[in-house]
Structures are given as C-alpha cells and as structure tokens.
Nanobody
Framework: EVRLVESGGGLVQAGGSLRLSCAAS????????IAWFRQAPGKEREGLSC????????YYADSVKGRFTISSDIALHTVYLQMNSLQPEDTAVYYC??????????????????WGQGTQVTVSS
C-alpha cells in the first residue's frame, strides 16, 4: 500500500521559513515523482512544485518560484519543500502527492493517485 506522510508544518511569522517533508513508502515502481500542493479555505487545490526521481527535474508554480525549493533524498524516499519568505497568503494545508513522473502539467491534481493527509502551515502577519 502506497503511503505518503507529510510533516514540518506549523505556525510562523511573515518572512519566516519552514521545511516540509514527505516520506513515501509502500510502492514497488522504481521511478516516481512527488509534487506539493496546497489548499486554503474556500480555494481550489494549487499545484506548487514537482520533482522526478529519475533525473531530478523540477517544476515550480510562479507563485512560489524563487521562494520555495523542492529537493529529495532518494535513499530515504523523502521529498522536501523548503519554504522561505513566507507570507500570510501562503497559509494553507500542504499536501504531497505521488505519480510516476513530472510533466509541465504537474499542477493538475487529478493526475495523482496517491496523496498524503496534509500538514497545516499558518503564516501570521
């Protein structure tokens, strides 16, 4: 059974940083990609970034480019999202999701079959 577990969320002041982790387990395929999404109350789920295991290629949404960095520890099957210069509008539940590869349409949530339970990020002004 594929399992994704997010951690690292919390409360931070504007301008601060957080690092989210997504630990993946239970899958048998060698190549995979993990994306980060977020969903604020009353808003649609937003795709933020994606990283492919096979070649390390990454994608970023314009809203986070230059502030957020996605990385992975292949041995640990863990993907990180380093979030800097956080603003109140970044407040949301953050989710990671898994599929076999990243493409430039990574931000479509329907492409992902596996999701974590989410971790809350709250940025105070």
């Amino acid at each position: 059974e594929v399992r994704l577990v997010e951690s690292g969320g919390g409360l931070v002041q504007a301008g601060g940083s957080l690092r989210l982790s997504c630990a993946a387990s239970g899958f048998t395929f060698d190549d995979y990609a993990i994306a980060w999404f977020r969903q604020a109350p009353g808003k649609e789920r937003e795709g933020l970034s994606c990283i492919s295991r096979d070649d390390g290629s990454t994608y970023y949404a314009d809203s986070v480019k230059g502030r957020f960095t996605i990385s992975s520890d292949i041995a640990l099957h863990t993907v990180y999202l380093q979030m800097n210069s956080l603003q109140p509008e970044d407040t949301a539940v953050y989710y990671c999701a898994l599929r076999t590869y990243c493409t430039d349409n990574y931000y479509h949530a329907f492409l992902y079959s596996y999701w974590g339970q989410g971790t809350q990020v709250t940025v105070s002004s």
